[in-house]
């Protein structure tokens, strides 16, 4: 289930972020200390209010195990898609699952033209999750800040919403 991410996910929030090997493969900075975690969902929170970005948390069982985020580009209807899980959760579907459930939000909702992903080339999983979701390889480019090789995809509306339906 997707929800609004509230006050009582800091915890689960700063577990994740401070997962070293799951913050490196998203890009992620890995915080000092769980007062980031109010800056988290305060920016979270002020970034929908701008129409900058939509973030939901990953919910199961009640329990909130990970976030997927639309980011919006300025100049098109266009966003990026970024998702992170607890690692308890890797590796059985999950990750997969939110992603189809937002494509379908950000194409049928939000009328998107497209999404693009970016993803660290060692990234197997996420890599899988955006080829498996139509996601199209538009290039192959170094991260300046850390010397990362990384990918970029994009996934079109038409080519997004004929493969839901043939998935469906
Ligand atoms: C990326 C992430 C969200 C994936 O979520 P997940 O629920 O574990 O992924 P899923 O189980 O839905 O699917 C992963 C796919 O990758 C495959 N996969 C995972 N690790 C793999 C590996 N080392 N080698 C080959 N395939 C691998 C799985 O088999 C699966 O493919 P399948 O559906 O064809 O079997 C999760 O691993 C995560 O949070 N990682 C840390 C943060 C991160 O990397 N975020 C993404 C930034 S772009």
Same mark, same amino acid.
């Given at each position: 289930? !997707?929800?609004? *991410?509230?006050? @009582?996910? &800091? *915890?689960?929030?700063?577990?994740?972020?401070?997962?070293? #090997?799951?913050?490196?493969?998203?890009?992620? *900075?890995? *915080?000092?200390?769980?007062?980031?975690? #109010?800056?988290?969902?305060?920016?979270? @929170?002020?970034?929908?209010?701008?129409?900058?970005?939509?973030?939901?948390? &990953?919910?199961?069982?009640? =329990?909130? &195990?990970?976030?997927?985020? !639309?980011?919006?580009?300025?100049?098109?209807?266009?966003?990026?898609?970024?998702?992170?899980?607890? @690692?308890?959760?890797?590796?059985?579907?999950?990750?997969? =699952?939110?992603? /189809? =459930?937002?494509?379908?939000?950000?194409? =049928?909702?939000?009328?998107?033209?497209?999404?693009?992903?970016?993803?660290?080339? /060692?990234?197997?999983?996420?890599? @899988? &999750?955006?080829?498996?979701?139509?996601?199209?390889?538009? #290039?192959?480019?170094?991260?300046?800040?850390?010397? #990362?090789?990384?990918?970029?995809?994009?996934?079109?509306?038409?080519?997004?919403?004929? !493969?839901?339906?043939?998935?469906?």
């Amino acid at each position: 289930m !997707l929800r609004a *991410p509230r006050q @009582r996910d &800091i *915890p689960a929030w700063f577990a994740r972020a401070t997962d070293v #090997e799951s913050a490196s493969l998203a890009g992620d *900075p890995v *915080p000092d200390d769980m007062s980031a975690g #109010e800056r988290w969902l305060a920016r979270s @929170r002020q970034r929908l209010a701008d129409g900058k970005a939509i973030q939901w948390s &990953i919910d199961r069982a009640s =329990e909130a &195990i990970g976030t997927i985020t !639309l980011s919006f580009a300025t100049d098109a209807k266009a966003a990026a898609l970024g998702f992170v899980l607890a @690692r308890a959760h890797w590796g059985q579907g999950l990750g997969s =699952e939110a992603a /189809r =459930e937002v494509i379908r939000y950000a194409f =049928e909702t939000l009328a998107l033209d497209q999404l693009t992903a970016e993803a660290v080339t /060692r990234n197997v999983a996420s890599l @899988r &999750i955006l080829a498996k979701l139509g996601f199209k390889h538009v #290039e192959s480019f170094v991260d300046e800040s850390d010397g #990362e090789h990384c990918e970029r995809f994009a996934l079109d509306a038409d080519a997004g919403t004929s !493969l839901l339906a043939s998935q469906a």
